[in-house]
């Protein structure tokens, strides 16, 4: 490949399964507002815009006007589903919104969210993120009303329990806690209703959801969102989050919400939203996610040093750990590889095809600064290899005489069944080969990951309460089997080699 082409995609029929990405993929963002006397659709609109990150397959915003509710979702970004004219027509105080990545139930426009269901004290509207591990169970137990299922997602299942629970004669704080009791997994939930606004994290609090306030505190103007940039693009302030096993509930003209714990379950967040998926504006522990990951590149740095003549990072995620990196050796750190800023993540497109096209126009080496160099090039992650190789390879042929690839996350050997898309464990390139085949097959002078206590430690051990399931198995949550071998089949012959 000339050097001044941009990278190629994996070969079709590579070992690595073609027909998935090559990136843990996020699951869905959640964002909620409510403000009394206020017209809040457009708010709704700017927070999923700001965590589009989360999810690109899917965008809906449900609207409350009093007792009323107007939808409105569809596939596509949430510059695609909606224009002024379309939030125009849905007036109220109060806002559901969510962007969908599907990790149950397929790409299509029924399994959409927010899912909105009627009840006897009116109708609500819910959003999820996450994955349940009993979605099986459940659905079996909600057979009864599998006439009306109108999706394929658990998230639906949410919903049908807890419209069970409110037909049962609960109110809405007691039949949440009711429905979230019949749901294992990970669950980040806002839940409109005519009485105001719930926010709830499952026990372990798997998926971040934080709350914040916009204005004047007595004027009661809460948002919910998946992450803080989705109370920063609105003007809304951080308040706190909604802790682990906790339902918040925000009523309409109230000025403090109520809180409650309905499980008391050890704090499990999710690493990889410290490591690669939330953005890194993001404030998680008070900080942004920006610092955090400048400091697992000085872990990095400390624990797998290499003589270089550059380092560069992989925009956009690796960036910030390339530059804790160069800081920490000594070694400039440099732009080695450029991004189309125009186009989003690479995942858009759900079919492999796509998101190879999405690959190709994406990232394009410098000759200029890499010709000559000993590189050092830092990545979040590796999951299969195959976008790995192929930058190996473009590095080269821009002319890099030493390529030394260093991830700033230990070697994922596990898939996740929390709401993000890992793959099977069979496709995991560290569960099936050594960290020397893995050098072999990325073609690279050297490869070295960052230890599990390095990306724990520069959490502040304060923090360190996290899920890292995909590095070492440890899933906190117990799944039953069909879902375990569903994507859990090997004994990591690559970890144990390592050992
Ligand atoms: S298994 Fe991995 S991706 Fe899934 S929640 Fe745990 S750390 Fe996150």
Redesign the pocket.
Known sequence: MPASEPLIPPTAGSPEQPDRPDR?EEACGVFAVLAPDQQVANLAYFGLYALQHRGQESAGIAVFDGASVRLHKDMGLVSQVFDQEVLERMPGSLAIGHNRYSTTGSSKACNAQPVVLNTRLGPFALAHNGNLVNAAELRADLDHLAGEFTSTTDSELIAFALQEAVEAGLDWSAAIRQAAGRCRG?FSLVIGTPEGLFALRDGHG?RPLVFGLMGDPALAQWVASSETCGLDIIGAHYVDDVQPGELVCFRQGEVEPQRQRWIEEPA?L????MIYFARPDSRFFGESLYSYRVRIGEALAREMPVDADIVIGVPDSGIPAAIGYSQLSGIPFGDGLIKNRYVGRTFIQPTQAMREAGIRVKLNPLPDVLAGKRVVVIDDSIVRGTTSRKLVQALRDAGATEVHMRISSPPVT???????D?DTQDHLIAARLTLAEIEQHLGVDSLAYLSKEGMVEAAHAENGN??????DGA??IEMDEAVRSSKLMLEPAGMAARA
């Open positions: 843990p990970a798997i499990k999710c690493v990889f939203e596990h898939p996740c069944f929390y709401g993000i890992t996290f899920c890292t399931a995909c590095f899933y906190p």
